[in-house]
């Protein structure tokens, strides 16, 4: 009686890498060919719920909420002072899709910033700026311009 042989099928590497690849869950850092990393939970190979991802080309970090690789929740944007090397703080609020959306305040400098309403990375709403010179500017804002009522206190 003669022997049939099937040749086996095999798989190329690559399917078995990419489902080892997959990620879901809480994973230490991940590194991008860039150099960027990001550390925080996966849901379907995108970053989602909390994490902290690191830009190396911008010198920035974002640390808080992600939803579907979007900033999506609240969240801190820092930048790195090319003097010192710290990191100061640039934008605390809250995030949807990927800009600032909601209440949040937003440093320029040390001593000018906003506080208030975004929508769709723009002041939009009520919100109050302040000036370096002392000035503080409180009232509505539309498209990152002030718009409507408000009222301009002038510094001393």
């Not at 970053?47 to 969240?75: L, M, P, Q, V």
């Not at 640039?90 to 949040?104: A, E, L, R, T």
């Amino acid at each position: 009686m003669p022997l049939v042989k099937y040749p086996r099928r095999v798989d190329p590497p690559w399917i078995e890498w990419d489902r080892k690849a997959q990620k879901s869950g809480l994973r230490h850092t991940v590194y991008s060919v860039n150099g960027d990393q990001y550390t925080g939970e996966w849901l379907n190979n995108l970053k989602h719920g909390k994490g902290t991802y690191i830009w190396k080309n911008k010198n920035a970090i974002y640390d808080g909420d992600w939803e579907c690789g979007k900033r999506s929740g609240f969240g801190t944007l820092s930048v790195r002072n090319p003097a010192t090397g710290d990191y100061m703080k640039v934008f605390s609020g809250w995030w949807i899709n990927d800009k600032k959306h909601g209440y949040g305040t937003h440093f320029y400098s040390d001593s000018e910033y906003y506080e208030g309403d975004w929508k769709g990375g723009k002041r939009s709403g009520w919100g109050r700026m302040y000036f370096a010179n002392g000035d503080i500017h409180e009232g509505e804002w539309l498209e990152d311009r002030c718009s409507g009522q408000g009222m301009l206190q002038l510094g001393t």
